[in-house]
T-cell receptor, first 115, second 114 residues
Framework: AQTVTQSQPEMSVQEAETVTLSCTYD???????LFWYKQPPSRQMILVIR??????QNATENRFSVNFQKAAKSFSLKISDSQLGDAAMYFC????????????FGAGTRLTVKP | SQTIHQWPATLVQPVGSPLSLECTVE??????LYWYRQAAGRGLQLLFY??????ISSEVPQNLSASRPQDRQFILSSKKLLLSDSGFYLC?????????????FGPGTRLTVL
């Protein structure tokens, strides 16, 4: 079974600085999708960034980028120029390419941004 | 792009009472639909998913059930709530077919069972 592990329950960053959130996963599949979702206090789950496993190039969305290491099964999220609005719970997620109902989430990392 | 509505936003119910949470989707046809539960301070647990009207698959044994009476309507129900049913319930959707990637979530329903 696929599992997703976020080893950092809480992280803190100074405004305008850079922070990296860690995520590792376990799978026997060769093709899959990986995601980072943000959940602010409103609890709406918002997609931050996605990565297809067959693509070697790391995904980037404005200030958000990932470091995807397929062999190490690692998928970290880097937030550059952190803003107060980035404060939220961040969830890493894995989705099977072959089984739509197989989507696994990590336990989350709570990010605090200090002014 | 699709829009997901969930109703109600907040609900407080006594133990043993029935439950009905509704999810409706706009802007897409024949979507895949999902119900997740998020316990306090934890990640998401998939409860049910549906690939079409009347087609429901359960991931976790529980006293909850789901139904899909219309293409873009997904309902989560219980005949008798337990204290352990408290949590945040999220409906999600993605386009029809296999190999679709990104799930999009509704605003959620916060359920408190007393």
């Amino acid at each position: 079974a696929q599992t997703v592990t976020q080893s950092q329950p809480e992280m803190s960053v100074q405004e305008a600085e850079t922070v990296t959130l860690s995520c590792t996963y376990d799978t026997s599949e060769s093709d899959y999708y990986l995601f980072w979702y943000k959940q602010p206090p409103s609890r709406q789950m918002i997609l931050v960034i996605r990565q297809e496993a067959y693509k070697q190039q790391n995904a980037t969305e404005n200030r958000f980028s990932v470091n995807f290491q397929k062999a190490a099964k690692s998928f970290s999220l880097k937030i550059s120029d952190s803003q107060l609005g980035d404060a939220a719970m961040y969830f890493c997620a894995y989705r099977s390419l072959y089984n739509n109902n197989d989507m696994r989430f990590g336990a989350g990392t709570r990010l605090t941004v200090k002014p | 792009s699709q829009t997901i509505h969930q109703w109600p936003a907040t609900l407080v119910q006594p133990v043993g009472s029935p439950l009905s949470l509704e999810c409706t989707v706009e802007g897409t046809s024949n979507p895949n639909l999902y119900w997740y539960r998020q316990a306090a301070g934890r990640g998401l647990q998939l409860l049910f998913y549906s690939v079409g009207i009347g087609q429901i698959s359960s991931e976790v044994p529980q006293n909850l059930s789901a139904s899909r009476p219309q293409d873009r309507q997904f309902i989560l129900s219980s005949k008798k709530l337990l204290l352990s049913d408290s949590g945040f319930y999220l409906c999600a959707t993605d386009p029809p077919g296999l190999g679709t990637d990104t799930q999009y979530f509704g605003p959620g329903t916060r359920l408190t069972v007393l």
